[in-house]
């Protein structure tokens, strides 16, 4: 079994720009590697750069964000998932086979594999001083993170409800409209800390939230522990199985073809043995992969 974690390059803003390095192959390289992972993987948790960045920026409050930076951002999200849980409600038995249990929790299917992280809450030290959480209110947030695609709890759109009908919607064509709602195939939540029992998960259960092919009973799954996660005395983490990559990933492609069309630095990838039909064999893929999730 293997689930990679992906961290992949959306844009060509931002922290690379301050740090003088111009990626001009960064669509074709995300192309090539995702294609390659999505054949060769069960699972890919995928951590956007740009969002990363916004919250060392904005939550952590950090001006002069570095690669530790983003590497704390990054390992506070992945452990928040992996630290020790509980194996069932009320065990006081941790779970043997974390990735066992993630695949069965998010991965019904194996044409849907893209995994997305999402944390509540984050902050600086200098913040959480003067901070105080309840489950109620962190959970709505997630919750609403959730539908509107927010990958932090700044900035999120209130405005965004699920739809009155989960009927898949047809073709790639709703795409050119802006999607608001991020309709999900499975979500898994893991809550850590002080009186994590008496937390109300009923949001989280709408059907409306899912996919219509799936029961919102098999599509849902929470995770537990009363032990704290890093120095907040309760937080919430949020893996989920929806549509948060589309959007992005359609333009990731959509600009990689461009730029293979006209032939542009290919001749890179060529002298070093990479054939035209690998780049139209990663296409293919990822070209399955956004008209899937499109269709949910």
């Not at 890179?268 to 893929?285: A, I, M, N, P, V």
Request: hydrophobic share 40%; glycine share 4%.
């Amino acid at each position: 079994m293997e689930i990679w974690s992906a961290f992949v390059l959306l844009s060509k803003t931002r922290f690379w720009k301050q740090l003088g390095i111009w990626v001009i192959v960064q669509n074709y390289n995300s192309i090539l590697t995702l294609s390659h992972l999505y054949r060769s993987s069960d699972a890919l948790l995928v951590h956007e750069n740009d969002a990363v960045h916004k919250i060392c920026a904005k939550l952590m409050n950090i001006k002069q964000i570095s690669f530790s930076d983003i590497n704390q951002v990054l390992a506070h999200q992945l452990g928040s998932v992996f630290q020790p849980t509980y194996s069932v409600e009320g065990s006081c038995h941790y779970r043997r086979n974390p990735l066992g249990d993630l695949m069965e929790n998010l991965v019904p299917h194996p044409e849907f594999k893209m995994l997305g992280i999402r944390n509540i809450p984050q902050m600086s030290e200098n913040s959480l001083a003067y901070s105080t959480f309840t489950w109620a209110g962190l959970l709505k947030y997630l919750r609403q993170m959730l539908i509107s695609n927010s990958k932090m709890e700044e900035g999120i759109d209130w405005h965004v409800r699920p739809p009155l009908s989960r009927l898949p919607t047809l073709g790639k064509a709703s795409l050119n409209r802006e999607l608001q709602f991020n309709t999900s195939i499975a979500n898994l939540v893991i809550l850590r800390g002080k009186d994590v029992h008496s937390a109300d998960l009923g949001g989280f259960k709408d059907p409306a939230l899912y996919t219509s092919w799936l029961k919102p009973i098999n599509a849902f799954n929470v995770w537990k522990t009363q032990r704290a996660f890093s120095k907040y005395e309760k937080s919430a983490a949020l893996v989920s199985n929806s549509q948060f990559l589309l959007k992005p990933l359609d333009t990731i492609v959509g600009k990689a073809w461009n730029m293979f069309a006209s032939k542009a630095y290919i001749h890179q990838y060529t002298k070093f043995g990479l054939e035209e039909e690998d780049f139209l064999d990663s296409f293919t893929l990822l070209e399955q992969v956004v008209a899937s999730y499109c269709n949910l």
